[in-house]
């Protein structure tokens, strides 16, 4: 079935440092892949999202391309701040409309 | 920016004992959805709700769950009889997959 695979956390950055989160999916089709993010306490918000192959979603500094080739969706931002810490999910749309979530990996950043 | 407001943010509950987990989606969606987290554990899909009628719904939502749009506002998530197990943060959310929906802030229920 569909799955979404993150790399584990916590990753932990001072602040400006670069960004990557890892995320590679399996699919049958061709899904929709999103990044949401989690603050503490908080709900999940919609970061970025890419519809197609070699779509690139961006949001905030915060960037990723769909790659069907390597079936990744790695997030990436170039200087991060401490106010980006939170935990931060892949996930993905399958036919059924529903989404299908990675794990989370959570980022520390600190000043 | 309109937001999916969910009621209430936390809810301590006995085993055995029903409740109501209640959301008001942003106002001109027609897709709605149930999903829970596990504490540590990954976000999943409970089910969906769309044109007064469950669209889709997993193994997880089995007869002790129960949806429903009561008013044209509202959308509840009913646990008959919770178990321990039932403690989570149950998250609504509202719109369509391919635009990335809104989900509110979520409720945490325990059971205890």
């Known amino acids: 079935g569909n799955s979404v695979t993150q790399m584990e956390g916590p990753v932990t950055l001072s602040e400006e440092a670069f960004l990557t989160i890892n995320c590679t999916y399996t699919a049958t089709g061709y899904p929709s892949l999103f990044w949401y993010v989690q603050y503490p306490g908080e709900g999940l918000q919609l970061l970025l999202k890419a519809t197609k192959a070699d779509d690139k979603g961006s949001n905030k500094g915060f960037e990723a391309t769909y790659r069907k080739e390597t079936t990744s969706f790695h997030l990436e931002k170039g200087s991060v701040q401490v106010s980006d810490s939170a935990v931060y999910f892949c996930?993905?749309?399958?036919?059924?409309?529903?989404?299908?979530f990675g794990t989370g990996t959570r980022l520390q950043v600190f000043p | 920016e309109p937001e999916v407001t969910q009621t209430p943010s936390h809810q301590v509950t006995q085993m055995g004992q029903e409740v109501i987990l209640r959301c008001v989606p942003i106002s001109n969606h027609l897709y709605f959805y149930w999903y829970r987290q596990i504490l540590g554990q990954k976000v999943e899909f409970l089910v969906s709700?769309?044109?007064?009628?469950?669209?889709?719904k997993s193994e997880i939502f089995d007869d002790q769950f129960s949806v429903e749009r009561p008013d044209g506002s509202n959308f509840t998530l009913k646990i008959r009889s919770t178990k321990l197990e039932d403690s989570a943060m149950y998250f609504c959310?509202?719109?369509?997959?391919?635009?990335?929906?809104?989900f509110g802030s979520g409720t945490r229920l325990t059971v205890v």
């Open positions: 959310a509202s719109g369509q997959t391919i635009y990335g929906y809104t």
């Open positions: 709700f769309y044109n007064n009628e469950i669209s889709e």
């Open positions: 996930a993905l749309s399958d036919i059924t409309d529903k989404l299908i």
